[in-house]
């Protein structure tokens, strides 16, 4: 991992300002697989630390991926085993509301399968079930006893139980006796942090039991209620090396068979699609060739036929061109954005143990090639012959940006108006509008200027002076199911991969890019070529093969909506919320 120095920590006998024996945890935002509203971890009734301590300063990433970092109220000592130990006790009175409603927001947060991310020197605090496979994080609680192991014959499923306790399972590695230490010694470095959570019905605090077999239950809705948190801390030596602490948090992933399995389907679509274009270079274009040259060398006048009647209007200008060209010099930006991001994450400078490093570099990426997307734009704009100069370089800045901003602007009201850790602060939205109107945009301006000072570009053949007539169509031909069958391979190859947000396989994710790039340009050129080639599929002067290129990833995008729609109206109430909401916003 590039550029990151471990921490040295000893025993508090031997604490120094290289070695300290003080082990900090910091609490994160709390989310659920279930619904898109992540809280902070202040937003539930939980023990909380002190606001003075330091708190690690959140970059620009980790703000929009909803992060919110404080530091949390446990203890711990590097090599100082704890048991039982108090954290805090709250009380609740079923008579005061106040007190009720926290109780509320405690059961809604465990039936909505609410999960805890805790950090720990940096690492994220992991929860391991069976078969070694480890999450990061831990549910607030469960309502299915088989989850940790007990017998649920006696309370039943419906029962909502709190986890009140974790064990801290801590892993290190010894560095008393390494020779580079030796002058100056130290007593480890931390390589896993595991917890177990449990419910655990304590009566009293000074008569704490964390063997305790009754476990919480927060559905006693007649009698008041007192939760006691505790904590457990035990280390454990290991031998394996501080570089490579994150491998049993990446390998424990049930992922990556599914990746292989996706990556495999990925390969045999582009290898159907090169043979198809194989084909069609090898044997139709030499076919087609060779016999044009033998007509060519005749002195009778023969009829024009395949693809070479349209030889005179495939480079006449495409309908609404201005918009084609800013779609293009967008998609450029967002092309190159994507390629140097992963380029970067494979080479370790995007690792997971940089927080927010990947969407802060994301972002900065994106503002930065504005001037790739002004200069592609303003080159096709200027070879379709277009005169609106002003024009293109204004809706190349602002049209593809602004459609963006404001649906991430309309959702961030929405989250707003829930209370959600995921609702971006002002200060953020006013730091992404200068990034927008003060870096992006004039880079922009600065890549067209340059584009619109060269010379046009010179097509091969001239076009002609009175368009083609167009013949009647087939049905799959026309546009709307030309676009359907366009997006289907493009989306094939990388439907698996699209189940999984954010992760960190980004050898697996590289590659799967480099996969969609070439699944959808051979997709575009078979899709033009076969619209070229036959007579029946002529177009007039408003040709319109420069946007069948575009057809493949307008659709793949379509399709990677409507999935996503799909998995929200399947495992959430958020879009009935959202219309709700959104209904109430607008109509007061």
């Not at 000592?77 to 048991?83: A, Q």
């Not at 929200?568 to 709700?580: A, E, G, K, Q, T």
Request: one cysteine or more; hydrophobic letters at 40%.
């Amino acid at each position: 991992l590039p550029g990151l120095t471990p921490v040295n920590f000893c025993p508090k006998e031997m604490e120094k300002p290289n070695c300290k024996s003080d082990i900090k945890v910091y609490v994160n935002r709390l989310n659920s697989k279930n619904t898109i509203l992540d809280y902070e971890y202040h937003d539930f009734d939980f023990c909380l630390g002190n606001e003075d301590d330091d708190t690690p300063v959140e970059n620009l990433g980790q703000v929009l991926f909803g992060e919110r970092i404080r530091p949390s109220p446990y203890k711990i000592n590097f090599l100082k085993n704890e048991t039982c130990r108090l954290l805090c006790s709250k009380f609740y009175n079923r008579k005061v509301v106040t007190d009720v409603r926290k109780l509320r927001r405690l059961k809604h947060g465990i039936t909505k399968g609410y999960y805890h991310h805790w950090i720990v020197d940096n690492l994220p605090v992991t929860f391991c079930v069976s078969h070694g496979v480890c999450f990061n994080g831990f549910p607030m609680g469960t309502t299915s006893l088989d989850i940790i192991g007990r017998s649920s014959r006696k309370n039943g499923y419906g029962e909502v139980y709190l986890f009140n306790h974790v064990d801290f399972i801590i892993e290190y590695r010894d560095l008393s006796h390494d020779p580079n230490y030796f002058d100056d010694p130290v007593g480890g470095r931390i390589i896993s942090v595991k917890v177990v959570p449990s419910s655990l019905n304590h009566i009293k605090e000074d008569s704490l039991d964390c063997d305790n077999s009754e476990m919480l239950n927060l559905n006693d809705d007649f009698h008041d209620m007192k939760i006691i948190y505790t904590y457990s801390v035990k280390f454990l030596k290991t031998d394996i090396k501080w570089a490579s602490r994150w491998d049993y948090i990446l390998n424990s992933k049930s992922t990556t068979s599914i990746q292989w399995f996706g990556i495999t389907n990925s390969i045999l679509i582009v290898l159907f699609l090169t043979g198809m274009i194989g084909v069609i270079f090898l044997r139709t274009l030499r076919r087609d060739i060779s016999r044009y040259n033998q007509f060519d060398s005749s002195d009778d006048v023969q009829e024009e036929f395949g693809w070479k009647l349209v030889h005179g209007d495939v480079f006449r200008p495409p309908a609404c061109r201005l918009l084609l060209s800013v779609f293009l010099g967008s998609g450029a930006q967002i092309l190159c954005m994507v390629f140097v991001t992963l380029v970067l994450a494979c080479l370790g400078f995007l690792s997971p143990a940089r927080r927010g490093a990947l969407m802060t570099c994301g972002v900065a990426l994106y503002v930065c090639f504005g001037f790739v997307n002004g200069y592609v734009s303003a080159t096709f704009y200027k070879a379709f012959g277009g005169t609106l100069w002003k024009k293109n370089i204004f809706l190349s800045a602002v049209l593809c940006p602004g459609i963006i901003f404001a649906g991430f602007f309309l959702c961030n009201i929405i989250l707003w108006s829930q209370s959600s850790s995921a609702a971006i602060p002002f200060s953020t939205l006013l730091l992404l509008l200068f990034l927008w109107f003060g870096v992006s945009t004039p880079l922009t301006y600065l890549g067209a200027f340059l584009a619109f000072q060269r010379s046009r570009w010179s097509y091969p053949v001239r076009t002609n002076q009175i368009p083609r007539q167009i013949p009647p169509q087939p049905f799959f031909s026309k546009p709307l199911p030309a676009t359907v069958m366009a997006g289907i391979l493009p989306f094939g190859s990388i439907y698996v991969q699209m189940a999984h947000l954010t992760y960190y396989m980004f050898g697996f994710l590289f590659v799967v890019y480099l996969i969609l790039l070439v699944t959808i340009s051979e997709t575009s050129i078979i899709l033009c070529y076969f619209q070229l080639c036959g007579e029946r599929l002529l177009l007039s002067v408003q040709i319109d093969h420069c946007w069948r290129g575009v057809d493949c990833i307008v659709l793949f995008l379509l399709f990677d909506i409507c999935i996503h729609l799909f998995h929200y109206v399947r495992h959430s109430r958020f879009c009935f919320m959202l219309l709700v909401r959104a209904s109430n916003l607008f109509g007061r």
